[in-house]
């Protein structure tokens, strides 16, 4: 029987509101470094834990030590990024398919005798044949016979850790190629057995020319905006090459910060100005903070790790780096005027004190900046551009009158009070420049005050390209207490 549709009568649609731009992350380290973990097609990879980092660096490698001094920390940091650099020239990589405990049965191998595939190694057709893989015993084996037919092509392993086979070039640099594996022309085909042909392996990996750190710091940048501190794990730097690091981050339109660990003996020098921490106050750089240790050249890692762990989401949650803990990173016992060098040029240490205690001081930049508040500043950049963005995306429209401009202001308001309520801002007098109706002098009772002009003020030029009126704020940072001269009056 036919019926009408309800829906001539009573129509109801369901419209979902678009999902909000989520803030960035300021909590995740980048750790670059040049182990041959990482290709250079992948990149970039992503660690929640310092036993998934041992998973695939092990315990000696120089991101693992970086990884170990960050996750060391307590709190401990949610998220981790390892980076590679083509220190070196590269070789040409064919990563096999991940085989289940079924396909890595070591009787699917020995049942082998004339077995055989093609490869295509540096531009050459490789066709190994008369494979006979019945006399092996294990996994390692099967690839130590795979190699030997490849014979000064290339060599292949089994990945133990990612359960994998790996044919790699012989050669490095942009000629060094390297295809899927096929069938052979005849024989039995191993290709397959081994996950290395089309729909099983990943994508051949060709080999690249050396770069530099500037270069492979350039792309990563544009591979990745998830990273917001960066470590370089290579104990070798070349001045030039962390000053043209340096240089980047300050200049980058994404807000990242740097950090670098000295162990040279210059930076205790109160006479030297030639030294890298020398040169990097002089570059004024308000995005890169340097340590000094003698005992870990990733001590910067530390510092990194108790930053990154501030949740600007909660309530008190901000912090002072000085008086802090570095786990794992041996504290300096300095005589008083190589501390006061290290201050003067800006560099931080983790250091004894006569009362049986150690903490980083100064927890500055290398202009001299409070690393606290270019983090924090940082975050609240970003959290009032999100804000006011899905204010525009998440609505129909935001009009252009002064109710209108008011939501905006108001959108503004909203995250500055979790900029107070965070410990990042409170209140205090305004000492800066006058703001709409905020004066110098006057006292911010708020922690932070915004104002926009009238819509009626604008030009028409402007209202026609529907620009809205430039809301100004005013924010008043907490600051923190370093020091402290107490004055004893005795009477008898």
Partial sequence: MQTLAVSDVVNVQIVMSPKAAATRDFGALLVLGSSPVIDVTERIRPYSSLDSVVSDFGTTAPEY?????????????????????????????????????????????????????????????????????????????????????????????????????????????????????????SGVDVSALLGLVTGQASAPVNGVLAESLLSAVTDLADVSNGWYGLLVADPS???????????????????????????????????????????????????????FSSSSPYAAASIFGRAFTVNFQGNNTTITLKFKQEPGVTAESLASSQAKALK????????????????????VMC?????????????????????????????????????GINRIVTTLDSRAEQGVTNGLLAPGQWNGPNVGALST??????????YAPSVDTQSQADREARKSPPPQMAVKLAGAVHFADVIVNVNR
């Fill in 237 to 291: 730097l070349n001045p030039d090459d962390v000053l043209a690091v340096a240089a980047f981050i300050e200049g980058s339109g994404q807000s990242r910060i740097f950090g670098y660990t000295t162990q040279s003996s210059l930076a205790l020098d109160p006479t030297s100005t030639t030294d890298i921490v020398s040169k990097l106050k002089g570059g004024n750089y308000k995005r890169t903070f340097t340590q």
């Fill in 441 to 450: 002098g006057q006292y911010l009772t708020k922690g932070y005050y915004t």
């Fill in 367 to 403: 202009n001299g900046y409070f690393f606290d508040e270019v983090h924090g500043l940082d975050w609240l950049q970003n959290d009032l551009q999100t804000a006011v963005w899905n204010l525009f995306y998440t609505n129909g429209k935001v009009s252009q009158t002064n109710p």
């Fill in 65 to 185: 030590l970086a990884a170990n001094l960050f996750f060391s920390q307590s709190p401990q940091p949610a998220i981790m990024y390892a980076g590679r650099w083509a220190k070196t020239a590269t070789s040409a990589l064919l990563k096999g398919a991940v085989l289940s405990a079924t396909q890595q049965a070591i009787a699917n191998f020995t049942a082998v005798t004339a077995g055989g595939m093609q490869i295509t190694i540096d531009g050459t057709l490789k066709n190994l044949a008369a494979i006979d893989l019945s006399g092996v015993t294990n996994l390692n084996g099967v690839a130590s016979i795979i190699t030997t037919k490849l014979a000064s092509a290339g060599t292949c392993v089994w990945n133990a850790t990612l359960n994998r086979f790996e044919v790699t070039s012989a050669t490095t640099g942009t000629t060094s190629t390297i295809s899927y594996a096929v069938a052979p022309a």
């Fill in 344 to 363: 003067a040029k800006n560099c931080n240490v983790f250091v004894n004190y006569d009362n049986d205690t150690a903490i980083i001081q100064e927890g």
